[in-house]
């Protein structure tokens, strides 16, 4: 296996001694092959949608080089970053936002367009299926918005039609594929849905599993974005690009919903080393490939096993299963547990699923044998 290893004499070298003594362990290897992150006291998380074989190993490369250069705001990075997503996504550099994960962008789309008060474009109630990515709606709350939660439809899409009738202004967010259930809404219905919206309610489509999508059903609705100004998308590197830790997302949208959303951040809310990453990470497409295929290896295998054992799970587009274990599922999470297999929380809609993280061949096994244990 080719590898690059930082030693610790490079880290004196890039940070000082007293930050390299901080700092001091196991020399960093960056494999050219996909490896798992290192299990820590034993326990198996398939608890966050994480992809356990972690960043590429041209993003990890490019932050070596950024230590040195940990004392310069992040400025020129940024642009640097701004212009690759530009050109991947066909869109203008004025129409993508940087963010802190795609979690800062949820948190800016609720501060500027929901709750009380005016803006330029206007604010309002949030609308949003249940279940889903719960971020936003605290975020929401603590603006003072008004929620409107809908159940999602008997096929776990987004319930359109009433998520239409319920919108007055403010935002309708669509996490596509849905978190928690890794279902989706399908395309044509989601195109229309868009064209239909009244301008003065913003959209907020929430792609954080795209890459793991490959259903015919399935597609980015960022094309759409320069026919509809009340359309943001949010992109994230957490899931495929294996990031999760250092946080970095993206909105795009038109300019002036991107100026709406600038105004509640702060500057420089993306690190030096996120950026570098998140580039590097843009230019090796065997991130992606490669994380499809062990995503997709590794769910079919555990989906097989679980069907054996007479458990079915809703159709899966992203790195997750929600599994239906035909009871209450609490109990089960702590029994879980104590295995030191960590599974996902209760989600109130669906008393009745677990969802659990596609892991590793290994985790997925050691998950099996858990679950297998708890249900004798």
């Given at each position: 296996?080719?590898?690059?290893t930082?030693?610790?004499?490079?880290?004196?070298?890039?940070?000082?001694?007293?930050?390299?003594?901080?700092?001091?362990?196991?020399?960093?290897?960056?494999?050219?092959?996909?490896?798992?992150?290192?299990?820590?006291?034993?326990?198996?998380r398939?608890?966050?949608?994480?992809?356990?074989?972690?960043p590429?190993?041209?993003?990890?490369?490019a932050?070596?080089?950024?230590?040195?250069?940990?004392c310069?705001?992040?400025?020129?990075?940024?642009?640097?970053?701004?212009?690759?997503?530009?050109?991947?996504?066909?869109?203008?550099?004025?129409?993508?936002?940087?963010?802190?994960?795609?979690?800062?962008?949820?948190?800016?789309?609720?501060?500027?367009?929901t709750?009380?008060?005016n803006?330029k474009?206007?604010?309002?109630?949030?609308?949003?299926?249940?279940?889903?990515?719960?971020?936003?709606?605290?975020?929401?709350?603590v603006?003072?918005?008004?929620?409107?939660?809908?159940?999602?439809?008997?096929?776990?899409?987004?319930?359109?039609a009433?998520?239409?009738?319920?919108?007055?202004?403010?935002?309708v967010?669509?996490c596509?594929?849905?978190?928690?259930?890794?279902?989706?809404?399908?395309?044509?219905?989601?195109?229309?849905?868009i064209?239909?919206?009244?301008?003065?309610?913003?959209i907020?489509?929430?792609?954080?599993?795209?890459?793991?999508?490959?259903?015919?059903?399935?597609?980015?609705?960022?094309?759409l974005?320069?026919?509809?100004?009340?359309?943001?998308?949010?992109?994230?590197f957490?899931?495929?690009?294996?990031?999760?830790?250092?946080?970095?997302?993206?909105?795009?949208?038109?300019p002036?919903?991107?100026?709406?959303?600038?105004?509640?951040?702060?500057?420089?809310?993306?690190?030096?080393m996120?950026?570098v990453?998140?580039?590097?990470?843009?230019?090796?497409?065997?991130?992606?490939?490669?994380?499809?295929?062990?995503?997709?290896?590794?769910?079919?295998?555990?989906?097989?096993?679980?069907?054996r054992?007479?458990?079915?799970?809703?159709?899966?587009?992203a790195?997750?299963?929600?599994?239906d274990?035909k009871?209450?599922?609490?109990?089960l999470?702590?029994?879980?547990?104590?295995?030191?297999?960590?599974?996902?929380?209760?989600?109130?809609a669906l008393?009745?699923?677990?969802?659990?993280t596609?892991?590793?061949?290994?985790?997925?096994?050691?998950?099996?044998?858990?679950?297998?244990?708890?249900?004798?």
């Amino acid at each position: 296996m080719n590898t690059v290893t930082i030693s610790r004499r490079r880290f004196a070298h890039l940070l000082g001694a007293g930050a390299a003594t901080a700092l001091a362990g196991p020399a960093f290897t960056f494999a050219r092959t996909p490896q798992a992150a290192p299990v820590r006291n034993g326990i198996i998380r398939l608890s966050s949608n994480e992809n356990p074989y972690g960043p590429s190993p041209k993003a990890l490369s490019a932050m070596k080089e950024a230590f040195a250069l940990s004392c310069r705001y992040p400025d020129e990075h940024a642009d640097a970053l701004l212009a690759t997503l530009a050109k991947e996504n066909g869109v203008e550099a004025e129409q993508i936002l940087l963010g802190n994960g795609s979690g800062e962008i949820l948190k800016l789309c609720a501060a500027a367009f929901t709750g009380p008060g005016n803006s330029k474009i206007g604010r309002g109630p949030l609308v949003v299926a249940d279940p889903t990515f719960e971020a936003i709606v605290k975020h929401a709350s603590v603006n003072g918005a008004e929620i409107v939660k809908l159940p999602l439809t008997d096929t776990f899409a987004h319930d359109l039609a009433k998520m239409a009738a319920a919108a007055t202004g403010g935002l309708v967010y669509i996490c596509n594929p849905n978190n928690p259930t890794a279902s989706i809404t399908p395309k044509e219905e989601l195109r229309q849905f868009i064209s239909d919206l009244p301008r003065e309610t913003m959209i907020l489509v929430d792609e954080a599993y795209f890459h793991y999508a490959d259903s015919p059903e399935y597609e980015s609705v960022i094309p759409l974005i320069d026919d509809h100004p009340n359309l943001i998308v949010a992109r994230t590197f957490s899931k495929i690009y294996g990031m999760a830790g250092l946080r970095c997302g993206f909105a795009i949208a038109q300019p002036e919903a991107i100026e709406g959303m600038q105004a509640e951040q702060p500057w420089d809310s993306v690190n030096i080393m996120a950026l570098v990453a998140a580039r590097a990470s843009l230019e090796d497409a065997k991130q992606v490939t490669d994380g499809r295929r062990l995503n997709r290896d590794a769910k079919t295998f555990v989906l097989r096993e679980l069907e054996r054992l007479g458990y079915e799970s809703i159709p899966s587009q992203a790195n997750f299963i929600m599994v239906d274990m035909k009871r209450l599922v609490a109990p089960l999470l702590q029994d879980m547990k104590q295995r030191k297999v960590q599974v996902g929380r209760l989600f109130p809609a669906l008393p009745n699923h677990m969802r659990v993280t596609i892991g590793t061949q290994r985790e997925m096994e050691a998950f099996l044998s858990a679950f297998r244990e708890v249900l004798a």
